[in-house]
């Protein structure tokens, strides 16, 4: 039942999405594979490793209204300083007519009762003079404009974090061992 409700979850959450965006980029197999099953033909979806996002939106940049990275801290990181060294070598181009730029910036959901456990806070920064202007819950706000989001501080989180999505994913493994064992 926590599959079906899950997945109902990230339907929701895609077509919330998918309803203002005009191109996405995603950055693993498995995403792509979910997003094929629930079959959301409004959205173009184009593998990281297929061409790198510089080129891909580079061509017609001012054309675009929202670009939206989902993937760990590292592509979405690294995705945004692409596109930000982009924007600073193409020449002509108005700053307003960029598109806005939104990011994952998950957090782990230790309590999920937003502010309780505090293991998601995320700082923002202000985009001219890079202070820190306040921390939020990234529990719930995962999509973030990513002009306000302290990218080191999310790679630092998503690190620290390490350790624990390697114990989640050993703990899920031998609940399914426990379940294909019962349902033989």
């Known amino acids: 039942a926590s599959r079906i409700a899950s997945a109902s979850l990230y339907y929701r959450h895609y077509n919330r999405v998918a309803a203002g965006v005009d191109f996405y980029v995603e950055s693993t197999d498995q995403a792509r594979d979910l997003v094929e099953i629930l079959e959301l ?12 996002v510089q080129s891909s939106i580079d ?14 801290a590292t592509f979405v990181r690294s995705y945004y300083h692409q596109f930000n060294h982009a924007m600073q070598q193409m020449d002509g181009l108005v700053r307003e007519k960029m598109p806005a730029m939104i990011g994952y910036v998950g957090g782990s959901m230790q309590c999920g009762l937003k502010g309780i456990c505090a293991k998601c806070l995320q700082w923002q920064i ?12 990234a529990c719930s706000w995962q999509d973030q404009p990513l002009a306000l989001v302290d990218l080191d501080h999310l790679q630092r989180r998503a690190d620290d974090q390490g ?7 050993l703990w899920s493994s031998i609940g399914q061992a426990d379940f294909e064992l019962e349902s033989a």
Do not use: N
Not at 126 to 137: F, M, S
């Open 59 to 72: 061509v017609a940049l001012q054309d675009y209204e929202t670009v939206v990275l989902h993937g760990d």
């Open 163 to 169: 350790g624990l999505l390697q114990l989640d994913r």
């Open 41 to 52: 033909p409004e959205v173009k979806w184009i593998h990281s490793g297929d061409m790198p």
């Open 126 to 137: 202000d985009p001219r003079t890079g202070d820190r202007t306040k921390a939020v819950y």
